[in-house]
Nanobody
Framework: QLVESGGGLVQAGGSLRLSCAASGSTFSATMGWFRQAPGKEREFVSAVTWSSGNTVYADSVKGRFTVSRDNAKNTVYLQMNSLKAEDTAVYYC????????????????WGQGTQVTVSS
């Protein structure tokens, strides 16, 4: 089970931090963040492999977003800085047991989603 929190309304240039608390074993998991804007397909944002801590980012967020995990809390974070209006979307945390992939269809477990709205 994945439970997200931390979305909200922020002005352009501002910051938000999303959290995703996971229950169950996460050691061999890849944790992904995806987002979906109205009328658009769900798109990959970032991912972290739980065991190694390796991270991957979409080009659109590279240098602005940082994904991390806290082993003790079994929680993954997405720190979002320098937010832009085009970052407005519902953000989802997802997990899969296996190696990294950008395809949302490959992720088995999903959070409920949290709305991020960036006003320009």
């Amino acid at each position: 089970q994945l439970v997200e929190s931390g979305g909200g309304l922020v002005q352009a240039g501002g910051s938000l931090r999303l959290s995703c608390a996971a229950s169950g074993s996460t050691f061999s998991a890849t944790m992904g963040w995806f987002r979906q804007a109205p009328g658009k397909e769900r798109e990959f944002v970032s991912a972290v492999t739980w065991s190694s801590g390796n991270t991957v980012y979409a080009d659109s967020v590279k240098g602005r977003f940082t994904v991390s995990r806290d082993n003790a809390k079994n929680t993954v974070y997405l720190q979002m800085n320098s937010l832009k209006a085009e970052d407005t979307a519902v953000y989802y945390c997802a997990a899969r047991y296996g190696t990294f992939t950008r395809a949302y269809e490959d992720y088995t477990y999903w959070g409920q989603g949290t709305q991020v709205t960036v006003s320009s």
